[in-house]
């Protein structure tokens, strides 16, 4: 379920924050996993940004001005997905390990699999169940169970 919706999701999106995905492939079941899926992403030399905030080596973590910027390009790619496209989109998983860093270390979003679109007429989503890693989610969604694009 997670796979289809992030190629649905991120097949319509385009902008320079969020990580397109360049092709996707379902392979055959071996047997013992079923059937194995696949996304291919353009290739991410510096990594995340979970590889260069914290328990790491000195030399690989960031200045505050190189987080300043980290920061300024996933907000650009959160609220494209917020305003820029219709339907919204609600990423739901904005963490460090979903955060890649290409050679001139731009920030791009990744990881749709967890992603909802709103409806085009509605201002907010209502969802029944809560998804995401707790402390990285919006207090309005754990609470409430409710997407705004705040």
Known sequence: MEFMNEVEIVSKIKHRNLLPLRGCC????????????FLVYEFMANGSGANHLSNVPRRMQFGWEQRKNVIIDVAKGVLH????????????????SNILLDL?????????GLAKQGKDDESSHITTRVAGMH????????????????
């Not at 001139?104 to 749709?112: H, M, N, Q, S, T």
């Not at 402390?135 to 705040?150: M, Q, S």
């Open 81 to 96: 997905l917020h305003c820029g496209v219709k339907p919204t989109i609600y990423h739901l998983d904005i963490k460090a």
């Open 26 to 37: 379902i392979a055959a079941s071996d047997g013992i996993r079923g059937k194995r899926r």
């Open 135 to 150: 402390g990285f989610l919006a207090p309005e969604y754990t609470l409430y169970g409710r997407l705004t694009e705040k």
């Open 104 to 112: 001139e270390l731009r920030a791009k979003v990744v990881d749709f």
